[in-house]
């Protein structure tokens, strides 16, 4: 899997929902709850990586970078 990949498509899914862009993949991101559920569901179904709720670091979801980091380091 790679990182890039992974990187473009959360940008994606993020900004068509928040109706948002982000300029870089290290922006903060100012997402809310449901939009970290969407996420986490999403990153299920594209990716194959369930994410355990009980031991998710929500700081993972500061940036496009944080996010990639964690889907690319639960698939290896």
Same mark, same amino acid.
């Given at each position: 899997m790679e990182r890039t990949d992974v *990187? &473009? !498509?959360l940008k994606e899914l993020i900004e068509s929902e *928040? !109706? &948002?862009t $982000?300029?870089?993949?290290d922006q903060e991101l100012d997402i809310d709850s449901f939009m970290m559920m969407? +996420? $986490?569901t999403? $990153? /299920?179904e594209q990716f194959n990586i369930s994410l355990d709720m009980d031991e998710l670091d929500? /700081?993972?979801? &500061? #940036? =496009?970078?944080? =996010?990639? /980091? =964690? +889907? +690319?380091? !639960? #698939?290896?």
């Open positions: *990187t &473009t !498509k *928040t !109706k &948002t $982000i300029g870089s993949d969407m +996420v $986490i999403f $990153i /299920d929500f /700081d993972a979801f &500061t #940036s =496009l970078n944080s =996010l990639a /980091d =964690l +889907v +690319v380091n !639960k #698939s290896s």
